[in-house]
């Protein structure tokens, strides 16, 4: 291949990569900003209208996360991921009719969606960035959180004067999947690369590199529970740190700054960590560092309350930078393009299912004890967890996936 040719690819995929990454927050990220008007045309409670936000979302993403590699088998990596667009395509038109069974079945088809562009996008960053892993990994994190923050601040301005309201202002985020549907349609549209045909990485010669099922691996297990801890403290937090800082003296209006606060940090860590990456020989370090800063600001907001903007910010970067981090690990703990996907496939089932209980459990502590304090000692606990588990998912070591029988 020539070296304009290879050029052209990797801009093509590039492209790619971030047009879906766009894709793979908003469907979901905008459907809250609408939720009141939402429950007053449908009827819904607030625990089905918080179900429906929160937890379905997750829910689906732990379930469909293990099916994706079978998929990827039978289709190929490109044709597996552009499916899963156009599952999301469908999940976001159906939610939008006037059907009120529809607004179920479509969030689960769109988050069904999302899962597999959330196992997928690793596999294709390891095949085609072998070499940029932590940069591609954070342009695409950042892209996702840039992509999430405008679909929650437009969407209510859509809602005010598009003719079909909430319905409309929810559907037309279908172009932006159109969009990534044409852009990686000739990645889908190429002969399939033959099974079995990933080059393996070498960017770590003397790196440990397993070869069995991820259900079996350690690396696999240490992987996963460093996105579920991750995953668990991040979601409880979109979720209660609005309720929680206007419970302890902030104005709605400033706790809602301070929400946005903590997710641009987030943005802002998805583009410096990457930097830090290449300068390391293994993410121990970094990853603990997360960790430990997650635990003083969750016990920074117990004990001085009053110095909530410096606590959001505090949990905002070790948020930020523990998430890509999880994220990240899916291709640089993966020796090949098929491990990325599998390891992908296990972690992401396990922390989306893991993290989907918390903030329900989070919600219960507080009725059941009156107060935030002993909730956000738990949130405490576990990012300690996650220092104790970055020495282990953090160290430069490979898994490989158990070769496909057919291959």
């Known amino acids: 291949m020539s070296g304009e040719a290879t050029t052209a690819r990797r801009v093509l995929v590039i492209a790619g990569v971030v047009v879906i990454a766009a894709n793979l927050r908003t ?31 997750l829910l689906t993403f732990g379930a469909v996360s293990p099916l994706v590699v079978p998929l990827t088998r039978r289709l190929g990596t490109d044709r597996a991921l552009w499916l899963g667009l156009a599952v999301l395509l469908a999940g976001v038109v159906l939610r939008s009719l006037p059907v ?61 004067v598009l003719p079909g309201g909430w319905r409309s202002a929810l559907g037309v985020w279908a172009g932006l999947v159109l969009v990534a549907l044409g852009v990686w349609a000739p990645r889908a549209a190429r002969r399939r690369e033959p099974s079995g045909g990933e080059t393996p990485r070498t960017d770590s010669a003397a790196a440990p590199v397993t070869g069995l099922s991820p259900w079996r691996s350690p690396l696999a297990w240490e992987v996963a529970a460093f996105m579920a801890l991750a995953s668990a403290g991040f979601y409880t937090v979109i979720t209660w740190y609005p309720t929680i800082l206007k419970d302890l003296g902030t104005g709605e209006a400033s706790a809602g700054w301070l929400l946005s606060l903590y997710q641009l940090l987030g943005v802002v860590m998805n583009v410096a960590v990457p930097l830090l990456i290449r300068r390391m020989a293994d993410q121990r370090t970094i990853a603990a560092g997360a ?84 909730p956000l000692w738990t949130l405490a606990a576990l990012a300690a967890a996650q220092t104790i588990v970055s020495a282990r998912a953090g160290r430069d070591a490979r898994f490989r996936a158990t070769p496909d029988p057919a291959s």
């Open 100 to 160: 009120t069974a529809l607004l179920w079945a479509g969030t689960i088809l769109l988050a069904a969606g999302v899962a597999v562009g959330n196992v997928l996008l690793p596999s294709v960053i390891t095949r085609d960035f072998p070499d940029r892993i932590g940069q591609m990994t954070g342009v695409y994190a950042a892209t996702a959180g840039i992509a999430a923050a405008l679909a929650s601040g437009v969407t209510v301005p859509l809602a005010d």
């Open 291 to 374: 960790s430990a800063i997650l635990v003083v600001g969750y016990a920074g907001l117990v004990l001085w309350p009053g110095l909530a903007w410096l606590w959001v910010t505090v949990t905002g970067l070790g948020a930020g930078a523990a998430f890509l981090l999880a994220l990240t690990f899916f291709s640089l703990r993966a020796a090949d393009e098929r491990s990325a996907a599998s390891l992908a496939g296990m972690g992401q089932a396990i922390a989306y299912l893991f993290a989907a209980t918390w903030p329900l459990l989070f919600g219960v502590l507080y009725d059941t004890t009156g107060g935030w304090t002993l």
């Open 27 to 57: 469907a979901i990220s905008a459907i809250g900003p609408v939720l009141d008007p939402i429950r007053g045309d449908v009827g819904l409670s607030a625990g089905a209208a918080g179900f429906i936000v929160g937890t379905l979302p």
